[in-house]
């Protein structure tokens, strides 16, 4: 297919503007919509170097991808072959790929981070909930608009669940990103794209990839048989909690993964709201409390010292609950039958546990009774 033929040519209404990506599935182009005067990038794949059954599921997914409305997916406009051109038209993006911003910024602050790895996972879910698997999950696939949303934007690999993959048997995606299972030539599942979502996180928190060879088979043994290293011993910025989190996205055996993206971004929101993650019960790490700040077993519900539960944000409901009282002192919350307030550490009267203690454990008023 000779691109420099296909600029200014008009397909499926759109004219051909200039060529603005190529890849081994074909060749994006900047283009307009003439009857709607708007900019849209369409995608052009020269069937006659395709085999039928490729053509066939070019065309299954790229409608199914066209039923799916959501913010964090690039939008599908339209879908067809013309003149032994397969063409897809789609939302045409201003902004920068994630791989662009990575490579100038390394590792980036946490709330952007929250921000890009957010917006792709909501936009996975939702093509999991349609029934695909995207398998190519990377940063050159994922643009950052120029409003700062996060979409989901290159579509080479993706497979209707459960339909035949003319893949099979092979090894498909980038090698950084590679689950493990495919490496095996074992079917992928959402929880292989969770896992080229771990590699992204790792990456961004970290600014350096969990894994870095030189060829495939060399990321092949990486993935099969190493364990990242822990992101806090990389970047200590990064905190247990949401290490624990990314370490889960990259466990090797996949049923040690978020078995959803759900499941991944309950723990994750939970991350960037303070609250201990599920994660880090299954590291066996310990967890700090996040309202007294003492460390208590990974597995543990409540604090053993103040008898919050751990699970939460760290901006805890300070109303008091029914054994709790305000401190005559300071007027701090404490145990009702407390004997010293834990805020300001006055005595309190232990006879009417009311009080604040003047002498002998005793208030002035049990004092002038005995």
Request: contains cysteine; positive net charge; aromatic residues 6%.
């Amino acid at each position: 297919m000779d691109s420099g033929k296909l600029v200014g040519k008009t397909i499926a209404g759109c004219r051909l503007l200039s060529s603005v990506a190529r890849g081994s599935m074909g060749e994006v182009f900047k283009g307009v919509h003439e009857a709607l005067q708007r900019p849209v990038a369409v995608k052009v794949v020269d069937v006659d170097a395709q085999a039928k059954d490729t053509l066939d599921k070019l065309l299954l997914e790229a409608r199914a991808l066209a039923k799916i409305e959501h913010p964090n997916i690039v939008h599908v406009y339209d879908v067809g072959v013309r003149d032994g051109l397969f063409y897809i038209v789609m939302q045409y993006l201003e902004g920068r790929t994630v791989r662009a911003v990575f490579d100038e910024m390394g590792a980036m602050p946490s709330e952007e981070v929250y921000a890009i790895i957010g917006d792709v996972a909501r936009g996975l879910g939702a093509m999991h909930q349609a029934g695909l698997l995207h398998r190519d999950l990377k940063h050159e696939n994922v643009m950052v608009t120029s409003g700062g949303k996060a979409k989901i934007m290159d579509f080479g690999l993706v497979r209707v669940a459960g339909a035949k993959d003319e893949y099979q048997g092979f090894v498909v995606g980038t090698p950084p990103y590679i689950p493990p299972e495919v490496w095996l030539n074992r079917p992928a599942d959402a929880r292989s794209d969770l896992y080229s979502l771990g590699v992204m996180l790792y990456s961004l928190l970290t600014g350096v990839y969990p894994f870095r060879a030189k060829t495939p088979e060399e990321y092949a043994q990486l993935h099969l048989k190493t364990t990242p290293k822990n992101p806090v011993q990389v970047r200590s910025e990064v905190g247990d909690e949401l290490a624990s989190v990314t370490l889960k996205l990259l466990a090797r055996n996949r049923a040690d993964r978020y078995p959803t993206v759900e499941d991944f971004l309950r723990d994750f929101e939970g991350c960037r709201r303070g609250a201990a993650p599920e994660a880090l019960k299954s590291t066996g790490r310990r967890v700090k409390c996040g309202f007294c700040d003492s460390i208590n077993p990974a597995k543990a519900t409540k604090c053993s010292v103040c008898g919050e539960g751990l699970n939460v944000p760290k901006q805890i409901d300070l109303s008091a609950r029914g054994s709790e009282v305000a401190c005559p002192a300071c007027g701090g919350m404490r145990e009702r039958r407390a004997r010293a307030c834990p805020s300001c550490g006055r005595g309190i009267c232990s006879n009417c546990l009311r009080s604040v203690v003047q002498r002998d454990g005793l208030c002035a008023a049990c004092l002038a009774i005995e």
